[in-house]
Nanobody, 120 residues
Framework: QVQLVESGGGLVQAGGSLRLSCAASGRTFSRYAMGWFRQAPGKEREFVGAIHWSGGSTYYGYSVKGRFTISRDNGKSTVYLQMNSLKPEDTAVYYC?????????????WGQGTQVTVSS
């Protein structure tokens, strides 16, 4: 079992930056690939990006590529999502998730989400 807790969400103006954190506990964090997803009201959940358990490989969804960066600190059992050049359409609840496979196939563990609101 892996428990995930996101933090760092909030209200930011368009063009600003925000860094989300996802702290893990339970099984060995460094054995899991981590992903970020988001869901806006009335929309389907959208893939944001993922990072290999080593931190050596990442990939991103088209809408955030070049603006968002995922990193991890296995010593702190934490994965981060650095969001720059934020747009109002980035407003959503952001979730982190863990998968024991790479590339991730089925994220088995999910956090409760953190709200990000970008004002225009």
């Amino acid at each position: 079992q892996v428990q995930l807790v996101e933090s760092g969400g909030g209200l930011v103006q368009a063009g600003g930056s925000l860094r989300l954190s996802c702290a893990a506990s339970g099984r060995t964090f460094s054995r899991y690939a981590m992903g970020w997803f988001r869901q806006a009201p009335g929309k389907e959940r959208e893939f944001v990006g993922a990072i290999h358990w080593s931190g050596g490989s990442t990939y991103y969804g088209y809408s955030v590529k070049g603006r968002f960066t995922i990193s991890r600190d296995n010593g702190k059992s934490t994965v981060y999502l650095q969001m720059n050049s934020l747009k109002p359409e980035d407003t959503a609840v952001y979730y982190c998730a863990a998968d024991a496979q790479w590339p991730p196939v089925e994220y088995k563990y999910w956090g409760q989400g953190t709200q990000v609101t970008v004002s225009s």
